[in-house]
């Protein structure tokens, strides 16, 4: 992309966060509230996507169980009592459609960069390790109350 | 639109039910849902189960939807039957792959019920 880290993040920071937006708008019927930027607690579920191509990394999506089940309660419009057995695959959706839907939106990148299947790790005991040269960029949200964050680690 | 037979294939359960819901508010009659976790499941389905209308994933494990529509040539079943990539796959190169392998239309997630009425059901009005 010929661009440096910095310029990088200053520039997909708002494309990620258009992104990541219209995602919920259109599949989840609803908005995000912007969140805090702090380390989240009682992390559950990690759903992950990788990109191939010109754009080459990680999108990760970090949260609590209770915001994952609110996630697929909103994609599948049903109780959250009924939307748990679905919280990770609807998670691993959502990686996937922002991490193609922000892909889609950079020019020229959307031939030329291809997106894995998505990964989905429950349970908070494991440590992560990427081999990206880049501070990630991070967004953090509320959704129906809960905590959740999008990051994206890409390798220049 | 009434009695349409559909086979949705992706590897998200959670997109099947959300690919289903869009149809039916999109205003189809759907008799009967098939549904497919990758394209290889997608061809064993179809050899005894015929369908009017497929929405087929990309990306997924096993054989992805390129590979499917591909093959469906080559299925008595499925002659004439109208597929619709629905992807996160955006690019220009992905469209033309698909529309030149066989399929009749292309939706990009995240998607809309209009997308839907307006890239599916012509497709199966023609059908029926």
Known sequence: MNLTPEAAVEKWLPLLEHSTHEVFEIMLKSKPDPGQPVPLTGVEF?????????????????????????????????????????????????????????????????????????????????????????????????FRGKPLEVALELHS | MKNVRALIIDDSSVMRKIVERSLRQAGLELSEVKEASNGAEALAILATSPVELILCDINMPVMDGLEFVKRLKGVENAQGVPVVMITTEGGETHVVQALSAGARGYIRKPFTTDQVKEHVLPLVEGTK
């Open chain 1, 46 to 142: 990690t759903a992950m996507v990788g990109l191939a191509g010109s754009v080459t990394g990680i999108l990760s999506i970090r949260c609590c169980d209770q915001s994952a089940i609110a996630v697929a309660s909103a994609m599948l419009g049903m109780p959250s009592q009924e939307a748990g057995e679905h919280a990770w695959d609807a998670l691993g959706e959502l990686a996937n459609m922002i991490a193609g839907n922000f892909k889609n939106k950079l020019d020229g990148v959307a031939d030329k960069c291809v997106l894995s299947v998505p990964t989905v790790i429950t349970g908070a005991d494991y440590s992560f390790r990427s081999l990206s040269d880049v501070p990630p960029i991070q967004l953090w949200f509320r």
